[in-house]
């Protein structure tokens, strides 16, 4: 059985088009498209078009408000986070987020034979989430897997089966396991049948 986390990719939940600026362009500009796109973000690219960085709302906090520089003074080029941390449109969006954990950042440049392509965050992942959880819910009833009632929900701590801290930890047959594991759960359950 595959659940619908197996299924989903970068591409299905990615924004696209991507808003882009030059590493010329001042932090001026670069908040100016950022309020005018409503975005958090900004990929930077080089002369060659090739993404080479990101300017977001904090590195804008930080490097230039914090520092009391004046943002038509300052090039995103100075500003950038680099490297810029990329994904492949056809990777699933649980390898993204693990990534994204990994690296401790909230946003992927996804790109394909190196051209930009889309930028996926965790905000455009958590818009699915609550489907995806429906989903989970619905296939562990089917299989006769114990559910939590909706007054217990979820709980932090440490998860009873891989050990590792989760804010989403649910009671599942008188253990609380986290997310990841729970579809493990599930999975299991499927080839067992």
Known sequence: ???????????DVMTSPVIEGGEEETAELIAEKMTRYKVGAIIITGNDGT???????TDLVEK????????????????????LYTVE???????????????KVSRLAVTYKNRLVGIVS??????????????????????????PS??????????????????????????YLCEDCRIELIKRAGEEK
């Open 89 to 103: 449109p056809e990777e699933k969006i649980d390898e993204a987020l693990r990534k994204m954990n990994k690296l």
């Open 51 to 57: 993404p080479v960085g990101i300017v977001t709302r």
């Open 122 to 147: 965790i905000n455009d992942i958590l818009r699915v989430t609550p489907e995806i959880l429906e989903i989970v819910r619905e296939n562990m009833r089917i299989r006769g897997i114990t559910l």
């Open 1 to 11: 059985m595959r659940s619908l986390t197996d299924e989903l990719l970068v591409r």
């Open 64 to 83: 230039v408000v914090s520092r009391n520089i004046l943002p038509r003074d300052i090039k995103a080029k100075e500003i950038m986070s680099t490297p």
């Open 150 to 175: 909706s007054r217990e929900g979820y709980i932090e701590g440490y998860c009873d089966s891989c050990g590792e801290w989760s804010d989403m930890l649910l009671n599942v047959d008188g253990q």
